[in-house]
């Protein structure tokens, strides 16, 4: 059985948890091998646009959805 993820810290996330994912080469080389018909610079780029680009909007769900409990943990 798989447990429901809210991605809240305090909840199931702790502050040492990671905002925005890195990407490693593998991720892009796997990526482009599996997604792109001509490898080329161009399609290199564009792959790690998208990639980037999916990684900040995961960063921005999370960071939206945990502020006032940054805010909270921030107060002195």
């Known amino acids: 059985m798989l447990m429901n993820?809210?991605?809240?810290?305090?909840?199931?996330?702790i502050e040492k948890d990671s905002l925005l994912d890195g990407f490693t080469f593998e991720d892009v080389i796997e990526a482009v091998r599996c997604n792109e018909p001509n490898v080329n610079e161009s399609t290199v780029r564009k792959t790690v646009l998208e990639m980037l680009l999916h990684n900040l909007q995961n960063f921005n769900e999370l960071f939206e959805s945990n502020m006032q409990e940054?805010?909270?943990?921030?107060m002195p």
């Open 5 to 13: 993820r809210e991605y809240k810290l305090g909840r199931d996330l």
């Open 70 to 74: 940054i805010i909270r943990r921030a």
